[in-house]
């Protein structure tokens, strides 16, 4: 019951980081990205996307894992992209990152909670 | 009743194998987003060059009215450089173009205000050539080397001086 209740916090947690990541991720498009607009258009919509898959808890043996490496995916193309070129370097991209890497450790969280055998029995 | 071959994967090793095809994916493309945007294919950049004279007595301020114009060349490293260098003087003065090394060029002098006249001179890897005035010199070379590199005519120094920028 425990582990139900701690799966369902980190679940929402979950929804609710994905969905401000997604929103910062299409303001930043729209004022401050410069370049690749529609990237990060793109990256926002399918984090609030993954917000409602999540939320809905649509097959979450696999939507959790994707969401997980999806986070860390776009963690490591912002920071390798932006070291090589400048861009995106500016206070609203740390802070949708820092969420990012909040969100990452919230999933692996949740997948650990959810594959916990007292759930799984 | 089939039996399952499936082998569950430990949490540890899930959240292991999708981090690392994460990074690697991600560093992937975004090390290719970063060389596909700074990079910038060769090309050939083609500029004309004049001698300019600014309006104050030369005699009285101690140095030459001589300037070029432009008198900055700016090209990616790797550019395909042409130069139209004309000699616009409604005297009868001489200007060169001499290049800073490492650089040398090709130039081919015509006799006349165009291309369209014909050749006086065809000079290959020189770093200095002569056009009188009325005299049209198209210099060519590639920007191999990144920097910043003078060119300037040594008939009229220092004034008559500008920058080469090579990005690189």
Same mark, same amino acid.
């Given at each position: 019951m425990q582990t139900m209740k701690r799966s369902a916090v980190l679940r929402w947690s979950a929804v609710g980081l994905l969905f401000v990541t997604g929103l910062t991720d299409i303001y930043y498009g729209n004022f401050?990205? %410069?370049?690749?607009e529609n990237l990060w258009y793109a990256m926002g919509t399918i984090y609030i996307f993954t917000a409602a898959v999540i939320a809905a808890n649509f097959e979450p043996r696999f939507a959790q894992p994707a969401v997980f490496g999806y986070a860390i995916f776009l963690f490591v193309l912002w920071a390798t992209t932006a070291f090589a070129t %400048?861009? %995106?370097?500016?206070t609203v991209a740390y802070l949708d990152k820092a969420i990012e890497a909040l969100l990452v450790v919230n999933m692996a969280l949740l997948i650990r909670s959810s594959r916990s055998p007292s759930l799984l029995r | 009743m089939a039996q399952s071959t499936t082998k569950q994967w430990s949490v540890g090793k899930l959240l292991l194998v999708v981090g690392i095809v994460a990074i690697v994916a991600g560093a992937a493309v975004g090390t290719s987003v970063g060389y596909a945007v700074r990079y910038a294919a060769p090309t050939t950049r083609s500029f004309y060059l004049f001698n300019n004279s600014l309006p104050f007595d030369q005699d009285v301020w101690g140095i030459p009215h001589d300037t070029f114009s432009p008198d900055r060349i700016t090209v990616n490293k790797g550019d395909k450089v042409v130069i139209y260098y004309r000699n616009i003087e409604d005297t009868t003065e001489d200007h060169n173009f001499v290049m800073d090394p490492p650089y040398t060029f090709d130039a081919v002098v015509h006799a006349g205000q165009t291309e369209n006249f014909p050749v006086a001179s065809t000079l290959k890897g020189i770093t200095v050539v002569v056009v009188h005035v009325n005299q049209t010199a198209t210099i060519t070379f590639t920007a191999s080397w990144s920097g910043v590199f003078r060119y300037y005519c040594s008939f009229h120094p220092p004034t008559m001086t500008g920058y080469l920028v090579v990005l690189g």
């Open positions: 401050n990205a %410069g370049f690749y %400048g861009v %995106g370097l500016d | -």
